[in-house]
């Protein structure tokens, strides 16, 4: 499989809820393709350190004092977010593509929370968001920058 080079899509508004979800998607979306690949995983592992990389900034933003979520929303997604950790060190332990779908279900679920209108936290509006689409695989997914560093 050749290198993922980019992105197949961005965000389409400016606003972090969206952003974050359109992360969440583009990670997923990479894990989908490299668990394809035919290269002894290293683009599964890849695709595993960019999904660590995109939590441990959720972590930090999540134990920021000055976060505007509430702090049961905080303390819930703190907890999922260990127990992605773990997924995804045991995923970059064994590289067993066939074991990244908790990995995939935690981001679309995520993903589709953070695409939900949300008009009762600080800093939001009542108006609906687009959903998230699926991530593109096959033929349709054309990455066009690099994402790794």
């Given at each position: 499989?050749?290198?993922?080079?980019?992105?197949?899509?961005?965000?389409?508004?400016?606003?972090?809820?969206?952003?974050?979800?359109?992360?969440l998607?583009?990670?997923?979306?990479?894990?989908?393709?490299?668990?394809?690949?035919?290269?002894?995983?290293?683009?599964?592992?890849?695709?595993?350190?960019?999904?660590?990389?995109?939590?441990?900034?959720?972590?930090?933003?999540?134990?920021?004092?000055?976060?505007?979520?509430?702090?049961?929303?905080?303390?819930?997604?703190l907890?999922?977010?260990?127990?992605?950790?773990?997924?995804?060190?045991?995923?970059?332990?064994?590289?067993?593509?066939?074991?990244?779908?908790?990995?995939?279900?935690?981001?679309?679920?995520?993903?589709?929370?953070l695409?939900?209108?949300?008009?009762?936290?600080?800093?939001?509006?009542?108006?609906?968001?687009?959903?998230?689409?699926?991530?593109a695989?096959?033929t349709?997914?054309?990455?066009?920058?690099?994402?790794?560093?």
């Open positions: 499989m050749k290198q993922a080079v980019g992105y197949s899509s961005q965000p389409r508004a400016m606003d972090p809820r969206s952003t974050e979800a359109w992360a998607a583009e990670a997923s979306r990479r894990l989908i393709l490299a668990a394809k690949a035919d290269d002894k995983g290293e683009s599964l592992r890849a695709a595993l350190i960019l999904n660590q990389r995109l939590w441990s900034i959720f972590q930090g933003a999540l134990i920021d004092p000055t976060s505007a979520l509430p702090k049961a929303i905080r303390d819930n997604v907890a999922l977010s260990i127990m992605m950790d773990r997924h995804l060190m045991q995923r970059l332990g064994d590289l067993d593509a066939s074991k990244i779908q908790p990995i995939l279900d935690i981001n679309r679920a995520i993903a589709e929370g695409s939900m209108d949300a008009p009762d936290l600080p800093g939001t509006t009542a108006q609906p968001q687009q959903p998230v689409p699926a991530p695989t096959g349709h997914a054309t990455p066009v920058m690099n994402f790794t560093a």
